[in-house]
């Protein structure tokens, strides 16, 4: 492989994995070329890019208030999370019929594809609602982020799916049980959570 064509396939792999249009572009591609590889780059899925909140549920741990109008350290708690979300994640989701609760904060919403369907319905939802193969899934109380922990998840996702692996989640475990939220999870999952839902009189956990 020459070295024009080397230099093009990574400005694609690159511009793919999250969708963005690199500021800096390799010094032996042509301008022609360079203009061709960003619109392909536009239109094509990425890898990651989308994040995804849920905010449904009835907030029975949070004694009758609101949980999403809750404060954290002097701040709204949706607000933290979106500022935290932004570092890696240029695409912000929240699962949720109420949209007047995310004005301003920088969300797109989308309403539960079966309402008070639990967790497992909120994430296909968020599936169908990404724009990026995997998604990166956090609940509306959850105040940290570690944007080291989605780079390890990523990197982990890279490797597994350069040795030929078809990784559809990456998550926290702690001996036979995983952590659903501040995870990742493939696009390829949605018919298998459809089945799921649609196999039981009421929706399983995401466990």
């Known amino acids: ?15 793919l994995r999250h969708r963005v249009k690199l500021i ?20 094509a899925r990425p890898t990651f890019g989308t994040a995804c909140v849920l905010a449904g549920g009835r907030g029975r741990r949070m004694e009758g208030r609101d949980k999403l109008y809750i404060e954290f350290a002097g701040q709204r708690l949706l607000a933290r999370i979106a500022a935290s979300l932004q570092a890696r994640f240029g ?9 007047d609760a995310f004005e301003g ?24 609602a990404s724009t990026s193969d995997w998604v990166y899934l956090v609940a509306c109380d959850m105040p940290f982020f570690s944007a080291a922990w989605v ?23 702690s001996g036979p049980f995983f952590e659903p939220f501040h995870a990742f999870y493939h696009a390829s999952l949605v018919p298998h959570i459809e089945a799921a ?9 995401t466990q």
Do not use: F, W
């Open 1 to 15: 492989m020459d070295s024009e064509m080397q230099a093009s396939m990574n400005y694609i792999n690159n511009g």
């Open 24 to 43: 800096r572009h390799p010094s032996c591609l042509g301008d022609g070329i360079r203009s061709i590889l960003d619109a392909m780059i536009e239109d």
């Open 91 to 99: 695409d912000l989701v929240a699962i949720s019929s109420r949209t």
């Open 105 to 128: 904060l920088g969300y797109r919403v989308a309403p539960d594809e079966l309402p008070d369907g639990g967790p497992l319905v909120g994430l296909l939802t968020a599936l169908k």
């Open 151 to 173: 780079d390890r998840l990523m990197t982990g996702i890279d490797q597994s799916v350069a040795g030929g692996g078809h990784p559809v989640a990456a998550a926290a475990r």
């Open 197 to 205: 839902i649609g196999a039981g009189t009421r929706p399983p956990s």
